[in-house]
């Protein structure tokens, strides 16, 4: 997200694509209504059902399935020819002005430097062209047929009404409605917020939709902005700050990344990630990465760490492959790699489209540990495929909050995770509270027993 859930209450329009939060996100979905209420907001729905979002919509049109980047791209088209863009945000806060080198080119689907042997590209002639300053150059104007603007609707001209409505199904009518009252909201004193869920992350072209979100809402002047942004409605176990707090597989806190197993020299880790300005006076984020590597390794590692050991750079894992993701843990998994796994607040068997191969994968392991207040697929499936192997480890067990029997019970001392946490309302945690709060020292005695 890049705006909190309660500034969707400074919204003016809330654009919900891809996603049904009135139903999935109802206690998020107050504040879309105190939008409506109070900011006298209007709430638009695009989406290929008839939900109870739509049925709360000021305006509502039905999509074909799969069909949203098209919408999306037929908007950022009507609000470039239109001239409905805000123009001094646009020349001051996106990279509409710059001037992108003369071999960039898109024809036939494919864009320039492609490789047909190796399926990839060459993006040396996407880069932007430099002047002698060592900047990139740049048109205010916005009328050179090489800066990026002009280059963006270059790409977006073939989307009109007409050809988004013969892709999306949804009448031209409806489409212009919509757009002309999605582009009221250039203007300095009124935001829309986009909101959308898995209906497009889920897409195989997911990340591009989600960036042509985004491209609308800067041509709006709407990001940054309070009531504005792209905001993706997560679920629980709280998406937003597992990716906020890096614990993805390649990231750190703070958005910043591990190395790669090749990466072995602190220099030139640091050097590949410390982005220096483009443009004259440019604030530059991301040139201060040293300052905030350095900051995350001393209050890991403390004293420890210092400039004579690199901050203790070698203490940190290098990656082996570029994202360990689930798409990878279930295909080593497959094939025997991993033989335990612990899922909590997911789904796997209901996620995932091959639900025949994560069967089979979840099944070959020696012991599987779900986590969930509810019962899912993934905590049932273990029913039709034995309790437990010929291990001495317990195989299946679904310790949750509700009560849930286990479907092993656990050997020698092992406790479950209620018990662990005091949930019972009679262990040592429960006790513990009812007595002073707890210290560092019996926190860490409290979870190694």
């Given at each position: 997200m890049t705006n909190h859930w309660v500034d969707i209450r400074n919204a003016n329009l809330i654009l919900s694509m891809g996603g049904n939060s009135a139903e999935a996100h109802p206690v998020g979905f107050r504040w879309v209504t105190e939008a409506i209420e109070h900011n006298k907001a209007e709430l638009i729905t695009i989406d290929p059902r008839f939900t109870r979002t739509s049925a709360v919509a000021q305006d509502r049109a039905f999509i074909r399935t799969g069909s949203d980047i098209a919408f999306l791209g037929g908007l950022i088209s009507y609000l470039i020819e239109t001239d409905q863009i805000q123009r001094e945000y646009v020349l001051n806060y996106t990279d509409a002005a710059l001037i992108v080198r003369d071999g960039y080119g898109f024809e036939e689907g494919l864009f320039s430097g492609y490789d047909e042997a190796t399926r990839?590209?060459?993006?040396?002639?996407?880069?932007?062209?430099?002047?002698?300053?060592?900047?990139v150059r740049r048109d205010d104007s916005l009328s050179d047929p090489r800066c990026v603007y002009q280059l963006l609707r270059g790409h977006y001209a073939r989307y009109t009404p007409e050809m988004v409505s013969s892709i999306?199904?949804?009448?031209?009518?409806?489409?212009?409605?919509?757009?002309?009252?999605?582009?009221?909201?250039?203007?300095?004193?009124?935001?829309?917020?986009?909101?959308?869920?898995?209906?497009?992350?889920?897409?195989?072209?997911?990340?591009?939709?989600?960036?042509?979100?985004?491209?609308?809402?800067?041509?709006?002047?709407?990001m940054g902005m309070p009531g504005g942004g792209v905001n993706a409605l997560r679920g629980h176990s709280n998406i937003q700050g597992l990716t906020d707090l890096g614990l993805l597989s390649q990231l750190l806190p703070g958005y910043m990344t591990l190395a790669n197993a090749k990466e072995q020299a602190y220099r030139a880790y640091i050097d590949k990630r410390t982005k220096q300005p483009t443009v004259a006076g440019q604030v530059s984020y991301w040139k201060n990465y040293e300052k905030f590597h350095v900051s995350l390794m001393k209050a890991w590692y403390g004293q420890a760490a210092s400039a004579d050991n690199d901050w203790c750079f070698d203490w940190l894992p290098k990656l082996e492959r570029p994202l360990y993701d689930i798409l990878d843990t279930f295909e080593r998994m497959s094939k025997g790699e991993l033989t335990g796994y612990f899922c909590q607040g997911f789904n796997p068997l209901a996620s995932f489209p091959d639900r025949a191969k994560v069967t089979r994968a979840l099944s070959s392991l020696k012991y599987l540990v779900v986590m969930d207040p509810l019962n899912t697929e993934t905590s049932e499936f273990w029913k039709s495929y034995g309790?437990?192997?010929?291990?001495?480890?317990?195989?299946?067990?679904?310790?949750?909050?509700?009560?849930?029997?286990?479907?092993?019970?656990?050997?020698?001392?092992?406790?479950?995770?209620?018990?662990?946490?005091?949930?019972?309302?009679?262990?040592?945690?429960?006790?513990?509270?009812?007595?002073?709060a707890p210290t560092r020292a019996s926190w860490a005695n409290f979870s190694s027993g």
């Amino acid at each position: 997200m890049t705006n909190h859930w309660v500034d969707i209450r400074n919204a003016n329009l809330i654009l919900s694509m891809g996603g049904n939060s009135a139903e999935a996100h109802p206690v998020g979905f107050r504040w879309v209504t105190e939008a409506i209420e109070h900011n006298k907001a209007e709430l638009i729905t695009i989406d290929p059902r008839f939900t109870r979002t739509s049925a709360v919509a000021q305006d509502r049109a039905f999509i074909r399935t799969g069909s949203d980047i098209a919408f999306l791209g037929g908007l950022i088209s009507y609000l470039i020819e239109t001239d409905q863009i805000q123009r001094e945000y646009v020349l001051n806060y996106t990279d509409a002005a710059l001037i992108v080198r003369d071999g960039y080119g898109f024809e036939e689907g494919l864009f320039s430097g492609y490789d047909e042997a190796t399926r990839s590209y060459d993006k040396q002639s996407w880069m932007y062209e430099k002047g002698d300053d060592g900047f990139v150059r740049r048109d205010d104007s916005l009328s050179d047929p090489r800066c990026v603007y002009q280059l963006l609707r270059g790409h977006y001209a073939r989307y009109t009404p007409e050809m988004v409505s013969s892709i999306s199904g949804i009448p031209v009518v409806d489409i212009q409605r919509i757009w002309k009252k999605i582009a009221a909201m250039a203007v300095p004193d009124k935001t829309m917020t986009i909101l959308y869920a898995l209906g497009w992350t889920q897409h195989s072209i997911g990340s591009q939709i989600i960036r042509a979100a985004a491209m609308v809402q800067l041509l709006l002047g709407n990001m940054g902005m309070p009531g504005g942004g792209v905001n993706a409605l997560r679920g629980h176990s709280n998406i937003q700050g597992l990716t906020d707090l890096g614990l993805l597989s390649q990231l750190l806190p703070g958005y910043m990344t591990l190395a790669n197993a090749k990466e072995q020299a602190y220099r030139a880790y640091i050097d590949k990630r410390t982005k220096q300005p483009t443009v004259a006076g440019q604030v530059s984020y991301w040139k201060n990465y040293e300052k905030f590597h350095v900051s995350l390794m001393k209050a890991w590692y403390g004293q420890a760490a210092s400039a004579d050991n690199d901050w203790c750079f070698d203490w940190l894992p290098k990656l082996e492959r570029p994202l360990y993701d689930i798409l990878d843990t279930f295909e080593r998994m497959s094939k025997g790699e991993l033989t335990g796994y612990f899922c909590q607040g997911f789904n796997p068997l209901a996620s995932f489209p091959d639900r025949a191969k994560v069967t089979r994968a979840l099944s070959s392991l020696k012991y599987l540990v779900v986590m969930d207040p509810l019962n899912t697929e993934t905590s049932e499936f273990w029913k039709s495929y034995g309790e437990s192997t010929t291990t001495s480890t317990p195989a299946r067990s679904t310790p949750r909050c509700s009560g849930c029997r286990p479907a092993v019970s656990p050997r020698t001392t092992a406790r479950s995770s209620t018990a662990r946490a005091g949930c019972s309302g009679t262990g040592p945690l429960r006790r513990r509270r009812a007595s002073r709060a707890p210290t560092r020292a019996s926190w860490a005695n409290f979870s190694s027993g």
